[in-house]
């Protein structure tokens, strides 16, 4: 399964049934949003870009927020 499909089916699931991402599913859409805004044009790979970076949070960040306003992990954003 491609990770557009499992964006979109893990943002269903959030947004509908308020389910909490796991950290790995919070990476995962981390790493799709990477790859759609910058990964394309850079050619860095989301596994690239270093844990704990301004790069890396701020895609975690933008992954949290599009899962919707109930998803927060501290843990995620190191």
């Known amino acids: 399964m491609n990770s557009g499909k499992l ?7 959030c947004l509908s ?5 796991t950290e790995e ?3 995962l ?3 799709k949003i990477w790859h ?7 050619g860095q790979p989301w596994l690239d870009v270093a844990r704990g970076s301004d790069a890396h949070r701020q895609m975690i ?3 949290m927020m599009a899962l ?3 998803v927060r ?6």
């Open 61 to 63: 960040e933008a992954a």
């Open 17 to 21: 049934e308020q389910h909490q991402p």
């Open 7 to 13: 964006f979109h089916e893990l943002l269903v699931r």
């Open 68 to 70: 919707g306003p109930h």
């Open 73 to 78: 992990s501290e843990a995620a954003l190191q």
């Open 36 to 42: 759609d805004s910058h990964g394309r044009t850079t």
């Open 29 to 31: 859409v981390a790493g």
């Open 25 to 27: 599913e919070i990476d």
